[in-house]
C-alpha cells in the first residue's frame, strides 16, 4: 500500500500553519500551537486516532486564540483529505462512543466528500482553562469544509467542562481510526456506488 502521508502549510495574515500527517501511524504528536488545551485535544486525536501529527502554529494569539483554533482545524482537514487520496479500500465510515467519568460523547464521520457538521453540545461552562468553548465548533466546521467530510457530534452526557471536551476528541480519533482504516475485504473497491468520492 501506498504510505497515506501529507503536509500542508497554510499562510495568512492571521496564521502560519504546517500540518503533517500518517494516517498509518501510531499516534505520536509533535504539536505546539500556543493554545494548551488545543494542544491537549490534538493528543487525543492521535492518540485514539493512530495518527501521527506534526503540527506547528504561529497564530494572532495577542487578539485571541479565535485565527489559530480555527485555521489549525482547516489545515488538518486539508492534510487528512491529501493524505486520503482516492479514498479507494478505505472503510469511509467511522464513529465511537468515548466515556469519561460522568460524561459521554458519541461522534460519528463519513468521508463523504461533502461537507457537513451536526454538532449537539451544551457546554456546562463557558471556559475550560483558559479557552473559550465557543472555538470548539469553529475547529469542527474548519475541519469538515476543508476535509470534505459529514460529521455528527453528539454530546450524550456530562457536568465537567474538559471532561465533556475530552470525550468529543477522544471520540473523534476513534472514529477517524475506523473510517479511514484500510479494509482488507474491500481494498480495491471505492466505498461508493457513485464510483468516486
Ligand atoms: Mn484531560
Not at 488545543?38 to 503540527?55: F, K, P, S, T, Y
Not at 479565535?66 to 492534510?79: N, P, R, S, W, Y
Not at 471532561?163 to 480495491?188: C, L, N, S
Amino acid at each position: 500500500m501506498a504510505e497515506r502521508k501529507a503536509e500542508v502549510t497554510r499562510n495568512t495574515l492571521e496564521t502560519q500553519i504546517t500540518v503533517a500527517v500518517n494516517l498509518d501511524g501510531t499516534g505520536q504528536l509533535d504539536v505546539d500551537t500556543g493554545v494548551p488545551f488545543l494542544d491537549h485535544m490534538l493528543d487525543q486525536i492521535a492518540r485514539h486516532g493512530l495518527i501521527d501529527m506534526e503540527i506547528s502554529a504561529i497564530g494572532d494569539l495577542h487578539i485571541d486564540d479565535h485565527h489559530t483554533v480555527e485555521d489549525i482545524g482547516i489545515t488538518l482537514g486539508q492534510a487528512f483529505k491529501q493524505a486520503l487520496g482516492d479514498k479507494k479500500g478505505i472503510r469511509r465510515y467511522g464513529h465511537a462512543y468515548v466515556p469519561l467519568d460522568e460524561a459521554l460523547s458519541r461522534v460519528v464521520i463519513d468521508f463523504s466528500g461533502r461537507p457537513g457538521l451536526a454538532m449537539d453540545v451544551e457546554f456546562t461552562r463557558g471556559r475550560v482553562g483558559g479557552f473559550d468553548v465557543d472555538l470548539f465548533s469553529e475547529f469542527f466546521h474548519g475541519f469538515v469544509n476543508h476535509g470534505m467530510v459529514t460529521l455528527h457530534i453528539d454530546n450524550l452526557k456530562g457536568k465537567n467542562t474538559h471532561h465533556q471536551a475530552e470525550t468529543i476528541f477522544k471520540a473523534f480519533g476513534r472514529a477517524i481510526r475506523m473510517a479511514v482504516e484500510v479494509d482488507q475485504r474491500a481494498a480495491d473497491i471505492m466505498p461508493s456506488t457513485k464510483g468516486c468520492l
